[in-house]
């Protein structure tokens, strides 16, 4: 049996409004009603649930708490103290936990990152995507560049020295020299992490719909990851994961817990969970009702579960597979057989084809995606499905 105890535990908190809808984004955010949206009502509901979902938990602590949108920068800071505050009384938090805040460079006030920061957010999540103006009109984004460089100015005065920027590449009308240029900015302002990932067009989204025109093709697109990964990595970010870049000891502590499948607490409008009970070892995913508006409706947190299920043994190799194969370092065999309870004799059969295909390597009791498993992901994972 799996012993719960000893599996990493974060919370995902979920606010799901932004100013406006970006047409690429198949994230659950939604644009703010023409009467603002509900916070108080929003952050009440919030601490009813994580009350509720404690209750499964055993009382292990907290290593990392990551609000996550949307964009959490619309709340006010007082908000997001409430929440940490609730958060703490009902949970341990370990001495050096994580509190990532996703923020847009185009929703930060003057002096609100002190204000963050004295609510407990220690780290800062924001999402530049491009330092060319021209490129963020085109995504749809309401901020600029120069919102970017005052809003890490504004980091710097409030003392949150670790955030990451988000960058997108292979954008409408860009070649390799743009993509590097936009690196480059970032690497000037000094994060502790960079999250480097590729423009797609995501189903049922505008862009879908309606491509944008001048999109690099593939062979363009991998020409400028190429480039840029290897400016990061000579300026000192590790990749750790397929887009994620950091740091010796920046590595973002919420978003690892979940690729190494570990457990986290998810609240709020169409947050997912993952926790392994104490009593049984079996899994439990939770997902809340998406629409904020259904959300908010929903009087208890059992109404506002839209999914509770438990994971069946046959589906554990495949969702493993589909996080831990998103690391650079890979999983060990032990790794799997803690967090699944499976012996990793059942991987025998998808390890040996992907090694035959070049996709992993194995070094022991290690497993990696090499270079080409990492460029054909999705054909690595996929031999992780059940049959």
């Not at 970017?148 to 949150?160: F, T």
Request: hydrophobic share 40%.
């Amino acid at each position: 049996m799996i012993d719960a105890r000893a599996i990493p535990l974060t919370l995902y908190v979920h606010l799901p409004w932004c100013v406006r809808k970006c047409p690429y984004c198949d994230f659950n955010s939604h644009a703010v009603p023409a009467g603002g949206f509900a916070e108080q009502a929003y952050v009440r509901a919030l601490l009813e649930d994580l009350e509720f979902a404690a209750q499964r938990t055993a009382g292990r602590a907290i290593v990392a708490v990551f609000f996550g949108g949307g964009t959490p920068s619309l709340f006010a800071p007082a908000s997001i103290e409430r929440v940490l505050a609730g958060a703490r009384s009902l949970l341990p938090f370990t001495t050096d936990a994580e509190v990532t805040l996703e923020a847009n460079p185009g929703t930060v006030e003057h002096g609100r990152f002190s204000e963050y920061a004295a609510a407990g957010v220690n780290r800062v999540s924001l999402g530049a995507q491009s330092f060319d103006d021209a490129r963020l009109a085109v995504l749809g984004r309401i901020h600029t560049a120069g919102d970017v460089e005052r809003a890490v100015a504004e980091l710097h005065s409030a003392g949150i020295a670790n955030f990451n920027l988000d960058l997108m590449y292979a954008l409408p009308g860009q070649d390799r020299a743009g993509a590097l240029c936009d690196v480059e900015r970032a690497l000037e302002l000094g994060p502790t992490h960079v999250s480097h990932y590729q423009l797609t067009l995501e189903p049922d989204t505008p862009f879908a719909k309606r491509p944008p025109p001048q999109l690099p093709d593939e062979d363009a697109a991998w020409d400028m990851q190429l480039g840029c990964q290897s400016r990061l990595a000579a300026a000192g970010y590790e990749q750790y994961e397929v887009s994620a870049y950091a740091r010796p000891g920046r590595r973002c502590r919420h978003n690892l817990n979940y690729w190494e499948y570990g457990d986290y607490l998810g609240i709020g409008a169409g947050a997912h969970g993952k926790v392994t009970l104490a009593a049984t070892g079996d899994i439990e995913r939770t997902v809340c009702a998406r629409h904020p508006a259904a959300y908010l409706a929903a009087r208890t947190p059992l109404e506002r579960l839209a999914e509770v299920r438990r994971v069946v043994a046959a589906d554990l190799p495949f969702e493993f597979g589909l996080n831990a194969l998103r690391l650079v370092d890979g999983f060990t065999g032990q790794r799997f057989e803690e967090r699944t309870g499976l012996p990793r004799s059942v991987l025998a059969t998808a390890l040996d084809q992907a090694t035959a295909r070049g996709l992993l390597a194995t070094h022991g009791d290690l497993w990696r995606p090499t270079a080409l498993g990492r460029r054909f992901l999705n054909d690595l994972q996929a031999l992780f499905l059940p049959d």
